[in-house]
């Protein structure tokens, strides 16, 4: 499987099985579509009457386009077969029981009242609650307990508003930090935070525990100030500006995430993308809102269009900012040409609800954030383990070659089957198909792959 696009003036192609990226001129970008449908003579006389007056071509030129093209396929770097079908579930199974990472909820409630949030403004549609530091310890032997030989474990300190809980998110670091060396294993924590709470102590904490944290800003003050308020209703752009500011300063501009939403208010997200940068940000990161269809917030098909161009716009910048020395990074961007995820992740995913699991304040477990507080999706708790293994099971087999619409798709190897929530908010199964989402992460991997690819030519 081939896919073939123009960006930027260049022409792409993709080989899907090999990962394979080749640039172009106009005719062998031709003679590629062309060349598993004709025969050779029947090519050389559909590019011959294409560009007759227009390219100085002959027979022989064409000829040889077609060669080099075989040559390719020979090699396998074109039109490459699927060889990794079979093993979607055999490489699942490898792993089975193994847990890798969890998303620790130490606090369902949260000082700010987004009405675009899916959690409910952190309550997830129950009590407002906070983890006390027993039922995290415990989650955290349930992790060193369930990890087999990985010796990396990752976690992340989520809500609600987890800097509402902080004594315990210190106190579970300590604890964590305390039997690393006697289990041999190595914490790797990560925090998410809105940023109303961050002061010295935070700063410095999270400094130095914390391997990344996940800033919540959405861009410019008008369309941050839109959703994200107080209970009050009052905006928390000028609040929290400052703080991100300080804390990212103080981190020498790494590890770290600001993390925005976009929604139907501001699908032109490209200019809070700049207001990001002209705020000193260079670790960015835009998400399409999560709502129902009839939220005020959702995207409309016309929103989706604009959202396309914004990104091939942002593609552009990106670009430009490289050649002039000021390169930042967009998280949905990054790809590895040479090397890439490895086969594995390419095929099984994200491992919700096998490898990664979430943990409420009382300790019950689901498959990822998104699945929290819908009772069908709880796999267990962290005293008794995994005892929901139907649900968990389907989570094994939710992977890309589980969706019959992925069957054709050109970026399959890419979003790995893409997000179970999404799929199953969209469309009531984790195996279906978030229309939306992959077009636009079709459109993501595109301009990725087109930074990616002209970066290769001028270094």
Known sequence: MIHCYKQGGVNIVL??????????????????????????????????????????????????????VAALKEDGRLFTPDSFSHMANELKERTSGVVK?????????CNLNCSYCFASQGRYSAERAVMSFETGKQALDFLVANSGDRYNLEVDFFGGEPLMNFDVVKQLVAYARSIEKDVNKNFRFTLTTNGMLIDDDVIDFANREM??????????????????????????????VPKFQRLVNARDGKNYYMRGTFTHANPD?????????????????????????????????????????????????????????????????????????????RISGCGSGTEYMAVTPWGDLYPCHQFVGDEKFKLGNIWDGVTNTEMQNEFKGCNVYSRNECSDCWAKLY???GCAANAYHATGSIR???????????????????LEAIKSIEE
């Open 269 to 345: 997200f490209l200019a809070d993308i700049k207001t990001m940068l002209d705020l000193g940000f260079n670790e960015l990161s835009m998400e399409p809102v999560v709502c129902a269809p009839n939220d005020p917030c959702a995207l409309t098909d016309e929103d989706l269009e604009l959202v396309k161009k914004q990104y091939e716009e942002l593609a552009d910048l990106m670009l430009s900012r490289r050649r002039e020395g000021k390169p930042f990074t967009f998280y949905h961007y990054m790809i590895d040409l040479s090397g890439g995820p490895c086969i594995y992740k």
């Open 211 to 240: 391997s990344n944290v996940v800033l919540s800003l959405d861009g410019r003050k008008e369309v941050h100030d839109r959703y994200r308020v107080d209970y009050l209703g009052r905006g928390s752009w000028e609040r929290i």
């Open 101 to 109: 990472a969890l998303c620790l909820h130490v606090a369902h409630t």
């Open 415 to 417: 979003c790995s089957g």
């Open 15 to 68: 080989d899907v099985y090999s990962g394979s990226i080749h640039i172009v001129d106009d005719i062998c970008f031709d003679i590629i579509q062309l060349f598993e449908e004709l025969t050779e003579d029947e090519i050389v006389k559909k590019i011959i009457e294409k560009y007759q007056g227009t390219e100085d071509i002959s027979e022989d030129d064409v000829r040889e386009c077609c060669a080099e």
């Open 432 to 450: 279906g198909i978030y229309k939306n989402g992959c077009e636009l992460f079709k459109k993501r991997m595109e301009c990725a792959i087109f």
